[in-house]
Antibody, heavy 130, light 108 residues
Framework: ELRLEESGGDLVQPGGSLRLSCKAS????????MSWVRQAPGKRPEWLSYISRTSDTKFYADSVKGRFTVSRDNAGNTLYLQMNSLRGEDTAVYYC???????????????????????WGGGTTVTVSS | EIVLTQSPATLSLSPGERATLSCRAS??????LAWYQQKPGQAPRLLIYDASHRATGIPDRFSGSGSGTDFTLTISSLQPEDFAVYYCQHRSNWPPLTFGGGTKVEIK
């Protein structure tokens, strides 16, 4: 069974740091782009960050830009999210998700890939509080 | 940023009934829209991608339609395991990626 498992969530004080990990099983992380998504209690999911297969492309939501850094260790089949300068509003369950190019279009020999999050981890909880 | 608005916020239905959920985008996303199901304590689960394509293993009672700014998720006959929260998410002109506010399908 394809699986992602997050770890590293904890209770941390405002201004503190945490590093989350996401370990893939039964598939090679090398073949996929990945995203981090979080969800505060009772709220909609919030996309945080995207990293391409080779780490050459990274995107961040404005809410975490400059504070969070996404990285990956393809050999270790693991994705990371380094979170610095944590705030109360960062309290949430954090998920990693596989970005699968389920739709590919071709227009005038130009291929465009549309990614969808088809495998998700079970989440790890981050609580920022003094 | 593309804003996705889902309606209704809550849908109260009985098992066996048909559920129709709506998602409206603030600008055209073509067909680059997904639907997810989320149950309490679980991660979202991909149901539909590219507006109308069922993801692997999703029963055919789930169907999606729409393009541009207006999209619909239909559950033809609600099963007990379908009572959950449903979110739409776009994949057009990103970053950022955004999710709708969700529709809770509850047992009447």
């Amino acid at each position: 069974e394809l699986r992602l498992e997050e770890s590293g969530g904890d209770l941390v004080q405002p201004g503190g740091s945490l590093r989350l990990s996401c370990k893939a099983s039964e598939f090679s992380l090398t073949s996929y782009s990945m995203s981090w998504v979080r969800q505060a209690p009772g709220k909609r999911p919030e996309w945080l960050s995207y990293i391409s297969r080779t780490s050459d492309t990274k995107f961040y939501a404005d809410s975490v830009k400059g504070r969070f850094t996404v990285s990956r260790d393809n050999a270790g089949n693991t994705l990371y999210l380094q979170m610095n300068s944590l705030r109360g509003e960062d309290t949430a369950v954090y998920y990693c998700a596989r970005e699968n190019p389920l739709l590919i279009t071709k227009v005038r020999e130009v291929m465009t890939y549309y990614y969808y999050m088809d495998v998700w981890g079970g989440g790890t909880t981050v609580t920022v509080s003094s | 940023e593309i804003v996705l608005t889902q309606s209704p916020a809550t849908l109260s239905l009985s098992p066996g009934e048909r559920a129709t959920l709506s998602c409206r985008a603030s600008q055209s996303v073509s067909t680059y829209l997904a639907w997810y199901q989320q149950k309490p304590g679980q991660a979202p689960r991909l149901l539909i991608y590219d507006a109308s394509h069922r993801a692997t293993g999703i029963p055919d009672r789930f169907s999606g339609s729409g393009s541009g700014t207006d999209f619909t998720l239909t559950i033809s006959s609600l099963q007990p395991e379908d009572f959950a929260v449903y979110y739409c998410q776009h994949r057009s002109n990103w970053p950022p990626l955004t999710f709708g506010g969700g529709t809770k399908v509850e047992i009447k």
